[in-house]
């Protein structure tokens, strides 16, 4: 079955301070993995797009890995802002290009 | 660039009523619209895919004559709930992308429209 796991739920980390989020798939075949972030009430906006032989990407704060052969990618935030408060949502693409969403983590910065 | 646009971006409608929600493509042809809906703190499930010109690939358990959808232009999708019920509350957004382009598997998300039905 093709599914997408991310861990944990949620999240509370002070301003400033590192985080990582996970994600685990069982998509396949798998064409490429993104990050994407989502505001409260907005839709979700891009921060990375990672393909099958790419390990790691970066876009300011935010660093994404990708284990292809475990299945495994992470997103990691640099020096939080309170602007990161938001869900991060880990979304796999199957070769066909049918996205399947993982349920997100909620992450918020407190000052 | 790659800029989605919704409209309304809330609308509320009185049960029984149709609502329409529009999404354009502003900076570029979107020859594929998907419509997502989203149910507060859960992940957005696909509803349809539009490929213009085309009739519409629904999900399984999405009624088609209930959400109707139109992709008359590369710019622009609707989406018409007919006859909607309190239970079709939720938040829509579309996504688009050109396939034409070379990376043309880039979904950009629109920001949403909050349907509420009283």
């Known amino acids: 079955k093709n599914q997408v796991e991310q861990s944990p739920q949620s999240l509370i980390i002070l301003e400033g301070k590192n985080c990582t989020l996970q994600?685990?798939?069982?998509?396949?075949?798998?064409?490429?993995l993104r990050w994407y972030k989502q505001d409260t009430g907005r839709g979700p906006v891009s921060l990375t797009i990672?393909?099958?032989?790419?390990n790691t990407k970066s876009n300011g704060r935010y660093t994404a890995t990708l284990d292809a052969d475990t299945k495994q990618s992470s997103l990691h935030i640099t020096a939080s802002q309170l602007s990161d408060s938001a869900s991060y949502i880990c979304v796999v693409s199957r070769y066909g290009n049918k996205l399947v969403f993982g349920a997100g983590t909620i992450l918020r910065v407190k000052s | 660039g790659a800029v989605v646009s919704q409209h309304p971006s809330w609308v509320i409608c009185k049960s029984g009523t149709s609502v329409k929600i529009e999404c354009r493509s502003l900076d570029f042809q979107a020859t594929t619209m998907f419509w997502y809906r989203q149910f507060p703190k859960q992940s957005l499930m696909l509803m349809a895919t539009s490929n213009e010109g085309s009739k519409a690939t629904y999900e399984q358990g999405v009624e088609k004559d209930k959400f109707l959808i139109n992709h008359a232009s590369l710019t622009l999708s609707t989406l018409t709930v007919t006859s909607a019920h309190p239970e079709d509350s939720s938040f829509y957004i579309c996504?688009?992308?050109?396939?034409?382009?070379?990376?043309?598997?880039?979904?950009?998300f629109g920001p949403g429209t909050r349907l509420t039905v009283t």
């Open positions: 990672m393909t099958f032989s790419e």
């Open positions: 996504s688009a992308r050109d396939q034409r382009l070379a990376g043309g598997y880039e979904q950009y």
């Open positions: 994600c685990n798939y069982t998509v396949s075949p798998f064409s490429n």
